[in-house]
């Protein structure tokens, strides 16, 4: 079975940094575009970052210059590194891929993690 195992949320001050790790467990054959989205209390959910295979990233105006994704495709796993975080950016982190999970099916499904908690104190 599928899944998406996240680790790297915490308690930070503002200003400090963190880095999330989201890592595609079980087999597949393949995995395109990786990405994070947060939902902060009482709002909706709301995309940060994504990259494609080809390592095409977009970001939300609110994350960049601070927030850095990658992924490493050999382990298929995608990384956000968040610098210079501030209160507003507190919310629960979930990773998204689009993952195509068996040789006979050629679609591409989309995926999500069980979610991280972030908090950045003031």
């Known amino acids: 079975q599928v899944q998406l195992v996240e680790s790297g949320g915490g308690l930070v001050q503002a200003g400090g940094s963190l880095r999330l790790s989201c890592a595609v467990s079980?087999?597949?054959?393949?995995?395109?575009?990786m990405g994070w989205y947060r939902q902060a209390p009482g709002k909706q959910r709301e995309l940060v970052a994504t990259?494609?295979?080809?390592?095409?990233?977009n970001y939300a105006d609110s994350v960049k210059g601070r927030f850095t994704i990658s992924r490493d495709n050999a382990k298929n796993t995608v990384y956000l590194q968040m610098n210079s975080l501030k209160p507003e950016d507190t919310a629960v982190y979930y990773c998204?891929?689009?993952?195509?999970?068996?040789?006979?099916?050629?679609?591409?499904?989309?995926?999500w993690g069980q979610g991280t908690q972030v908090t950045v104190s003031s």
């Open positions: 998204n891929a689009y993952i195509q999970p068996t040789l006979w099916d050629p679609r591409y499904k989309a995926y």
């Open positions: 079980g087999s597949v054959v393949s995995v395109n575009t």
């Open positions: 990259t494609t295979r080809g390592d095409t990233t």
